[in-house]
C-alpha cells in the first residue's frame, strides 16, 4: 500500500528519489508509465501485472480499448533503483507529464503517481474545491 505525498528534485539527467517508504514496497525496481491526468503512474510488478492483464483482455475490436491499450503499455519502462534510491524517469515520460526541477510523488494506495509540482497544487486546488460534489457522487456508488 502507497500512501503520502513528497516532494522530491529530478536531476539535469532525469532521475527522482523514490521516498524509502516506497522502496520498500517496489522492490528491486518498478514499472513507469504514462497515467491519466498528465501525471505518470509507478506500479510494483504485481500491479503491474494485474493491470496488464485486465488491459490485454479488453477487446481489440473497439477503438477505445486499442487507444487506452496504447496509451499505458507503449509508454511503459522498467526502472531499477540507482544506490541512492533513484529511478531515472525517460525523458518522453518526463516531456509527457511536464516534469521539470521539483516532483510530488504522491501514493494512491496500489500505484504511486509523479506529478509536476504547479500541476499537483492546481490539480489539487480544484478537486479540493469540488470535495462536496465528489462525495455526493460516490455516496450515489455505495462509497
Known amino acids: 500500500m502507497f500512501i503520502g505525498e513528497y516532494q522530491h528534485n529530478i536531476d539535469a539527467k532525469g532521475r527522482m528519489a523514490v521516498p524509502a517508504k516506497f522502496r520498500g514496497k517496489l522492490g528491486n525496481g518498478a514499472i513507469i508509465t504514462r497515467g491519466l491526468d498528465k501525471c505518470l503512474f509507478i506500479f510494483n510488478a504485481a500491479e503491474w501485472e494485474t ?3 485486465k488491459v490485454t483482455a479488453l477487446p481489440i475490436s473497439q477503438s477505445g480499448a486499442r487507444a487506452f491499450s496504447r496509451f499505458m503499455m507503449s509508454g511503459a519502462t522498467d526502472v531499477e ?7 531515472l524517469i525517460p525523458e518522453h515520460l518526463r516531456a509527457y ?3 521539470s526541477k521539483v516532483a510530488v510523488v504522491a501514493g494512491v494506495y496500489n500505484r504511486i503517481e509523479v506529478w509536476d509540482e504547479g500541476a499537483w497544487k492546481e490539480y489539487r486546488t480544484k478537486t479540493e474545491l469540488a470535495s462536496d460534489e465528489i ?8 462509497i
Request: hydrophobic fraction near 50%; avoid cysteine; charge should be negative.
Open 135 to 142: 462525495a455526493e457522487k460516490l455516496g450515489e456508488m455505495g
Open 81 to 87: 533503483f540507482d544506490a541512492q534510491g533513484r529511478v
Open 97 to 99: 507529464a511536464g516534469l
Open 51 to 53: 493491470l496488464a492483464q
